[in-house]
């Protein structure tokens, strides 16, 4: 359940009755908006459900008191009706601004790594991608330059002043790709591996979390509570598409989920068009696509020579097509009343 304070209630008023939940036994989450402090309460036994309702609603300084019947409870949009925005650096993700993240798929050697880091920052991305560590269907592809990679990205990340989002996919990595990352990126392939869930919710750095690509939208939004849980409320939901019946495309893009997760979550959600097309010709349709329906960004690859990629070439956009996409998509940002924010 959440407990809604009256917008006078106290900073004491609001404690005494912290202590009260805690001394029951029960997990306690803050969300303090302009107007509002919500607190979370998880872990309710069933047996005590409508007593607590009771006993919190006769607090002169409660507002409401509103049971949540969804498995998932801080994600939920009752939770922080005016939406998680969250900031890296000067760079604001959420909130009414639309975020452009753009890198190459593996961060294959400092020179193609910093051409694309240049580049994409001089059109006007906001955030660099790169995987040092990347997932493979085969155990017998290239898995990324680890360690060095990361490195490689963190002095990206110097020279531009863009922030960097990368891939960890193990809790043992989790404490090193931390120690670089702006952002961390859990994958598709991960977005049900719980125990490294819990570990980036210890973390106090976003997490940007991909749909699993044969997931339901609600069993993201648990895999998101996850990380919520261990209170780290800074996640970004990333649609990168679904496994279908249909083979012309890598994957499925499903548009359905940027509307749904507006409707059903307040963290911000943004679209990766490149793994759910899998065709560079393909991205920039489906980016405005995304957008116009309410995104709040959008995660593309990008590289120097597509062609020599290591890794996702078919759906890496030439550093053409991507200043393409950019002026693609600012009409249709500024038809939905959002910004496109400076990256300066
Ligand atoms: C990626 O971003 O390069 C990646 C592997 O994404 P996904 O987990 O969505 O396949
Ligand atoms: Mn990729």
């Known amino acids: 359940m959440i407990i809604i304070l009256q917008s006078d209630a106290k900073v004491a008023d609001r404690d005494s009755l912290i202590a009260d939940l805690k001394s029951r036994g029960y997990g306690v989450h803050l969300s303090e908006g302009v107007e509002r402090t919500i607190i979370g309460v998880i872990g309710t036994p069933e047996r005590d459900k409508d007593n607590l309702v009771e006993h919190f609603e006769a607090f002169p300084f409660v507002e409401r008191v509103v049971p949540i019947l969804k498995p998932y409870k801080l994600v939920g949009k009752p939770f922080k009706p005016a939406g998680t925005v969250i900031n890296v650096g000067n760079v604001q993700i959420g909130g009414g601004t639309v975020?452009?993240?753009?890198?190459?798929?593996?961060?294959?050697?400092?020179?193609?790594?910093?051409?694309?880091?240049?580049?994409?920052?001089?059109?006007?991305?906001?955030?660099?991608?790169?995987?040092?560590?990347?997932?493979?269907?085969?155990?017998?592809?290239?898995?990324?330059?680890?360690?060095?990679?990361?490195?490689?990205?963190?002095?990206?990340?110097?020279e531009t002043g863009l922030p960097i989002i990368t891939e960890v996919m193990d809790t043992r990595d989790v404490e090193l790709v931390g120690k670089y990352t702006d952002i961390f990126q859990i994958g598709t392939r991960n977005m049900a591996n719980f125990s490294l869930l819990r570990e980036v919710g210890t973390q106090r750095k976003p997490v940007m979390l991909k749909r699993g690509w044969a997931s339901t939208i609600e069993e993201w939004l648990q895999?998101?509570?996850?990380?919520?849980?261990?209170?780290?409320?800074?996640?970004?939901?990333?649609?990168?598409?679904?496994?279908?019946?249909?083979?012309?495309?890598?994957?499925?893009?499903?548009?359905?989920?940027?509307?749904?997760?507006?409707?059903?979550?307040?963290?911000?959600?943004?679209?990766?068009?490149?793994?759910?097309?899998?065709?560079?010709?393909?991205?920039?349709?489906?980016?405005?696509?995304?957008?116009?329906?309410?995104?709040?960004?959008?995660?593309?690859?990008?590289?120097?020579?597509?062609?020599?990629?290591?890794?996702?070439?078919?759906?890496?956009?030439?550093?053409?097509?991507?200043?393409?996409?950019?002026?693609?998509?600012?009409?249709?940002?500024?038809?939905?009343?959002?910004?496109?924010?400076?990256?300066?």
């Open 99 to 158: 975020c452009i993240m753009a890198g190459p798929c593996t961060v294959e050697s400092p020179e193609m790594l910093f051409e694309t880091a240049r580049f994409v920052k001089a059109a006007g991305a906001h955030v660099l991608r790169g995987g040092a560590f990347k997932p493979s269907t085969s155990p017998y592809s290239f898995h990324g330059l680890g360690e060095t990679g990361l490195k490689l990205l963190a002095e990206a990340r110097e």
């Open 223 to 344: 895999a998101a509570e996850y990380i919520a849980s261990q209170g780290n409320y800074e996640i970004i939901l990333c649609e990168r598409g679904i496994r279908t019946f249909e083979n012309y495309t890598r994957n499925t893009f499903d548009i359905n989920a940027i509307a749904a997760v507006r409707e059903l979550s307040h963290l911000p959600i943004f679209a990766d068009p490149s793994h759910a097309t899998g065709r560079r010709s393909l991205v920039t349709a489906v980016s405005m696509g995304a957008v116009a329906t309410g995104a709040d960004g959008v995660i593309v690859e990008v590289h120097p020579s597509p062609e020599t990629a290591v890794k996702d070439g078919p759906q890496s956009l030439t550093f053409q097509q991507f200043e393409q996409l950019l002026e693609a998509i600012k009409p249709v940002v500024e038809a939905v009343g959002r910004t496109i924010a400076p990256n300066a």
